[in-house]
């Protein structure tokens, strides 16, 4: 009985978490586009095309901004603008009650690259998967899948962001 009650309260808490990017190859089946150097991005823009929470794309806008801050200065200007695809969240109540046993959140993410006059230089897509298991309950699950979205974003960029982890 105690190994059985160990287990349980195991899956209640355990967590797991993954953020993978894949890039897309530009229309017409060519290479990959070649890193032209570093970036500097002047304006981030963001929308919907799945149900999200009506604060989503401007949270996400910010914390992509916070990660971008942290860059050194210089690089050939550009304009990101992402597309939230997907996007789930489970509650903070179910969490606290199923854990694990809820289910994992998920924020799929579409991010694209311009330079001034409009041409695509890169497109890329983040995919975050977690599973915080009872933990959930205790934290914001949408700023902590923003936050990874963002810090990946500008880690695939060559941005070591320094913002909020």
Known sequence: MPRILA?????????????????????????LPASA???????VTGRATARVPQNLVPQLSRAIQLQLAAAPG??????L???????????????AIAGVFMGGDRIRVVVTLRDPAGATLRTFEVD???NPGGFGALI???QALTDAVAKQIAVSLGVAGQGRR
């Open 128 to 130: 975050r998967k977690s």
């Open 74 to 79: 210089g690089g050939a200007p550009a304009d």
């Open 81 to 95: 603008q992402f597309d939230v695809l997907e996007y789930r969240e489970r509650s903070a109540q179910a969490r």
């Open 7 to 31: 287990a349980v309260g195991a899956a209640l808490l355990l967590a797991a978490c993954s953020t993978s990017v894949k890039e897309t190859l530009p229309l017409g089946g060519g290479p």
């Open 140 to 142: 914001d699950q949408q």
């Open 37 to 43: 150097g570093p970036v500097q991005v002047r304006t």
